[in-house]
């Protein structure tokens, strides 16, 4: 299942905080600016893997371990995939996952082994380790 994307302007902001937090990846003014803007999006995408009744996020292995790989935009999740190297065909299917259930869907994963979440990569590839996300969110919404 895919869904429309957010608007390009709105794409634009999130990619100009995800820039601030690379520049300093510390400031909590940015870390809160740019994960509140992603947990305001309406859904997040992921590509789908397995069989089509019962689909599971992509997983893949980065330096930080097994992460999920999300995106903010069903276009972004085609480029992701295509880096990936997976075929045209598996970055075409699709989980979108309205918000805020997709918080604690995703964070169901740390238990099969999932250490965080990872958006829109390559381009932006800003992450947070699964076992803090229910946490950021509480704390950004609170």
């Given at each position: 299942m895919t869904a429309s994307a957010p608007s390009p302007a709105r794409l634009a902001g999130i990619d100009r905080l995800a820039e601030r937090l690379r520049a300093d990846p510390s400031d909590p003014a940015a870390i809160a600016a740019l994960w509140g803007a992603v947990l305001r999006l309406d859904r997040w995408t992921f590509i789908a893997r397995g069989p089509a009744e019962s689909p599971s996020p992509y997983v893949a292995r980065l330096r930080s371990g097994p992460m999920l790989f999300a995106f903010t935009s069903p276009e972004r999740a085609v480029i992701g995939a295509r880096n990936a190297n997976l075929t045209q065909e598996e970055a075409a299917r699709q989980m979108s996952v309205p918000l805020p259930r997709a918080v604690?869907?995703?964070?169901?994963?740390?238990?099969?082994?999932?250490?965080?979440?990872?958006?829109?990569?390559?381009?932006?590839?800003?992450?947070?380790?699964?076992?803090?996300?229910k946490g950021l969110r509480e704390r950004l919404q609170g």
């Open positions: 604690d869907w995703a964070a169901s994963y740390a238990s099969r082994g999932v250490t965080g979440i990872v958006f829109d990569t390559p381009a932006q590839s800003y992450w947070v380790p699964l076992a803090n996300l």
